[in-house]
């Protein structure tokens, strides 16, 4: 699952965890991820978009219909942040796991099905 995206479908998940985690639009947001991903112009025009209207982590959480769905959105984010180790994605990764209502197991699980354990 995780090892079947692309990068820009991890760039726009890990775009959309940022965002909503901060809970306010970012005029870096853009030049942040054009760092780290070659995007194509449609991706590009996509974030532009999303910054105008920023999801929230409730809605992001809604979208996992199982607890595996929430584990692997999980593994996901994980796997996405872990090239940025810092305070931020460590925030990030906290409120995402505490809307997301996951268990010290759950995110063991996460840790696993994202390949960092």
């Known amino acids: 699952m995780i090892h079947d995206l692309t990068d820009e479908q991890k760039m726009w998940f890990g775009t959309m965890i940022t965002m909503a985690s901060t ?5 870096n947001v853009l030049n ?12 590009r025009q996509e974030i532009l978009k999303m910054l105008e209207n920023p999801p929230n982590l409730d ?8 607890e595996e769905d929430k584990i692997g959105m999980f593994a996901i984010a994980l796997q996405i942040f872990s090239t940025t180790p810092n305070d931020r994605a460590s925030h990030i990764l906290d409120d ?5 209502n996951l268990t010290e197991d759950d995110v063991f699980k996460a840790y696993i099905m994202a390949g960092l354990s």
């Open 59 to 66: 809605y992001l959480s809604s979208l996992a219909k199982t």
């Open 23 to 27: 809970g306010k639009k970012e005029s």
């Open 32 to 43: 942040q991820i054009e760092e780290g991903f070659s995007l194509s112009e449609t991706a």
């Open 96 to 100: 995402f796991s505490f809307v997301l």
